[in-house]
């Protein structure tokens, strides 16, 4: 399975302590969380979290996923957010936004707020690309 061989590869990685080399990897980082995240918007809403015995997404990621319970909030606020705003999801697949970008969106778009910011979402991800 590629997971297994991306694992594979990256616990082989021999890493420089270069600046070059370091902002690249930062660069994967962010790609990576992109995929995980819509990941984890999509096993959230299939609730397949709960056929293996979690109370929750969030429960499923603190146990199986070895994350502490803040991480796991936020993992599973910002996939389900990005399942309400399709640009800004697409646009951090793509590279064109980064996590820092996708967490200020989370950070200030409520569910109050989710239906203006889808509205205006296409006018929005190009001006924060920006």
């Known amino acids: 399975m590629v997971v297994e061989v991306l ?3 990256i616990r082989s990685l021999d890493v420089p302590s270069g600046g070059d080399a370091i902002a690249s990897l930062l660069r994967l980082q962010d790609a990576v969380a992109a995929k ?3 990941a984890v918007g999509e096993f959230a809403a299939s609730e397949a979290w709960a056929v293996e015995g979690a ?3 969030k ?3 603190r146990h199986e996923g070895r994350m502490s319970s803040g991480d796991a909030h936020r993992l599973a606020r910002a996939a389900a957010r990005l399942r309400t705003c399709p640009a800004t999801q697409e646009a951090w697949l793509a590279g064109t936004l980064t996590g820092g970008h996708v ?3 989370v950070a200030n778009v409520s569910e109050a707020t989710a239906p203006l910011f ?3 979402e296409p006018e929005i ?3 924060l690309a920006a």
């Open 59 to 61: 429960a499923w990621l």
């Open 125 to 127: 991800v190009p001006a």
């Open 55 to 57: 109370t929750s997404v």
């Open 36 to 38: 995980l995240t819509a």
């Open 7 to 9: 694992e594979e590869q």
């Open 103 to 105: 967490q200020a969106v």
């Open 118 to 120: 889808a509205e205006h």
